[in-house]
């Protein structure tokens, strides 16, 4: 479908009395390289949810801004009058960034009336736009801004000025929203002034010239040109845009080169989406390798667990991400332009399902989570913190206005521009589950839902007809399955699109499971810093008021839904007015490998190091069950290299002896007789032992208890190393231990038999059961061991 038809169907679902007597103008241009298209936004109604709720706190705000204070200073500038109170924050008159915020609310009220059909935002944005034009024509040459010409002058001189640009595309397009969505024609004829000037303005200017002044940030001043371009076929539309094309950006992405690192990211960003847009009116394919390479560089290289990217605002080098945690992390308007990036490439490659895992998981995790919950009105975020003790802080009605609240309007009045997309023909994606109703031609798809509070989702059709519905199965979805009216269960494999091709009929319900696991994201730069992740939400430690000073340490062993932990996880969204960690330091607690043996050999630490259980099984255990060993051939194997990058270490589990037989093993990790590490229930000498070497047994470190195991009672045994200090602790208290002990097991390299109840040697085997058997690579405290001790675990 092409610009032309979608607009008469948003003039259909929007009612034509509500678009008169404005008619947008139809598109000239249909996009190239497209197989994707959007919904206009009219045709998407949200139902409740998280999005209605921020949704509505933005609206409430744009309703009440004044709309004279928000044109004062384009008054003054123009040399009209104005009264009204001027605002403050960045659109005070001294601030060379003011008009920025204007151009912002025109597009946040065009697509807050396109959303819910609430003509006031668009009655609003008209007198706006009615007031914008009067400025326009007493500066008499196309220019539009609230600060006067001579800013432009700066720039092309290379004078100090912040970003005239900047603040000029969003007046443009907003003007462009307010025509496109709204239907707005005067907010056209001001915006084709606008281009005229900007046109001449850059005409003048020899290339060197031009690109010494794309080295100040000028926001997408290249896609609202192509985006007129495509609107009216104007070839100096086109020709103006690419005036903004920044080659010192674009030439090594062009190359697939990452050569980000100390650009401020939000300037580039707006860049790459001008960029796709002009592969989209040109089809020159250096245009979409430039937007391609730059989102997967940034997606993969510069972006934190909650989606975000820039630290200070800046990009960093390559993979910098737990060595960039701090309080200016992660600036809103970055994400709000990546997921325009984001939507644009997807239009571009519908096949790739990355794009929209990714849009997903930015949109739960960073533009859901940056509006503040307790304001009426929607206050933002300007960066979220993801230094340990984080806490957010948000904008005001007036004397903010910083960027990320013009963003944060802007990405509120929009959430159902990305639920559903079309193909042009027969085909209906649904990339998003957010509980909405699509008018699609003769069809109605209605999505009910309370995802991600549950992983599931239920479509219901309207209409009758047939149609491919493609439906996004998200990376994390693992086990996800799909019923068409109740029947047998399809299992369509994750971070794909399931495709259901049926010829459907009025009340033809499909459901969709998502199962919803907990896992850990390491940050690239080092794996022992980590996220936690619950489906798409990123999960945060709550911590009150309690300021951090190092990212909190996570055992994973204790992290599970529904973990009475110390520390509560709760998804990030949710996450205001308390201080927080995204990160956590895993380095301190790094479980290697927990066995319940709960009538399995499985390895619950999350690192799935299963063991091989052999001529054993199960019985009655400590807590649960507990691996039951026969003392003539049973035991259990444990992956290669157990241990083998732990120089201190922590075995801990329990035993339960039915005959205590000298030599017999506990546990015994080694390459063979030559080297190995081992616990014996009772040695030659008539003790618990445990020993160490690489040199065979005349060569072995020891600690040997006060006396050997006995048998008929559960015991707790626990080994530890710290440095050189060997501590063997029984029932939650040490009992010996050995300050020499200088071999850990990384000196015993990749061992490969990793025994459970079976020795290196020609020993017995153990005759009990073994229960909750633990490995880390750390030394566990005196206290930690205790708390294993009496919790049974
Ligand atoms: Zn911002």
Known sequence: MRRRTLLAGSVAVAGVSALAPERAMAAARPDIGVSAYAFPLSAVRLLPSPFTENAARTQSYLLFLDNDRLLHTFRLNAGLPSTATACGGWESPTTELRGHSTGHLLSALAQAYASTGDTAYRVKGEQIV????????????????????????RVEARQSVWAPYYTLHKIMAGLLDMHLIAGTAQALTVLLGMAAWVKARNDRLTLAQRQNMLDTEFGGMNEVLTNLYQLTGDPAHLAAAQHFDHAEIFDPLAAGQDNLNNYHAN??????????????????????????????????????????????????????????????????????????????????????????????????????????????????????????????????????FVCCHGTGMESNTKYGDTVYFHDGGSTLYVNLFIPSVLTWGAYTIRQETTFPAAGSTRLTVTGAGTFQMRIRIPAWAAG?????????????????????SRTWVTGDVVDVTLPMTVRREAANDNSTVQAVKFGPLVLAGLFGSSN??????????????????????????????????????????????????????????????????????????????????????????LPNGILAAATNFTIALWVRLDTVTTWSRLVDFGTGTGAYLFLTPRSSAGTLRFAITTGGSGAEQRIDGPAALTAGAWTHVAVTRNGNL??????????????ALT???????????NYLGRSQYADPYLDGALDNVRLYARALSAAEVSTLYTSGS
């Not at 933002?380 to 340990?388: E, F, G, I, N, S």
């Not at 799909?482 to 029947?487: A, L, T």
């Not at 060997?726 to 300050?739: D, I, K, R, S, Y």
């Open 130 to 153: 009615a007031v914008l034009a009067q400025c326009q024509t007493r500066l008499g040459n196309g220019y539009l801004s609230a600060f006067p010409e001579s800013f432009i002058d």
């Open 267 to 400: 300037t580039q960003i707006p860049k790459v989406l001008g960029a796709i847009r002009e592969f989209h009116a040109t089809g020159v394919t250096r245009y979409r390798d430039i937007a391609v390479n730059f989102w997967d560089i940034v997606t993969r290289h510069h972006t934190y667990a909650i989606g975000g990217n820039s630290n200070g605002e800046y990009f960093k080098a390559p993979d910098r991400i737990a060595s960039e945690l701090s309080d200016t992390t992660a600036e809103c308007c970055n994400t709000h332009n990546m997921l325009k990036l984001t939507r644009q490439l997807f239009l571009t490659d519908p096949a790739r399902a990355d794009y929209l895992d990714y849009y997903e998981g930015a949109l739960y995790n960073h533009i859901l989570a940056s509006q503040d919950p307790s304001s009426a009105h929607g206050f933002q975020c300007y960066y979220v913190p993801l230094r340990a003790g984080g806490l957010k802080t948000y904008s005001n009605d007036y004397n903010s």
């Open 480 to 500: 996800a399955q799909i019923r068409v009216n109740g029947g047998a269960a399809t299992s369509p494999p994750a971070g794909a699109y399931a495709s259901l």
């Open 548 to 637: 951090l000073s190092a990212l909190p340490v996570l055992d994973p062993a204790t992290l599970t839904p529904t973990s009475a932990g110390s520390v509560a996880l709760q998804p990030f969204y949710k996450v205001h007015g308390q201080r927080y960690s995204v990160y956590w330091s895993v380095t301190g607690s790094p479980l290697t490998a927990h066995y319940p043996f709960d009538g399995s050999p499985a390895d619950v630490s999350g690192n799935e190091r299963t063991a091989t259980v052999y001529g054993a099984g199960y019985g009655s255990g400590r807590t649960g069950n507990a691996l039951a060993l026969d003392g003539s051939a049973g035991y259990a194997a």
């Open 726 to 739: 060997g501590v063997l602790h029984v029932n939650g208290v040490a009992v010996a231990q050995n300050p």
């Open 743 to 753: 071999v850990g097991p990384a000196a015993l390299g990749s061992t490969t038999r």
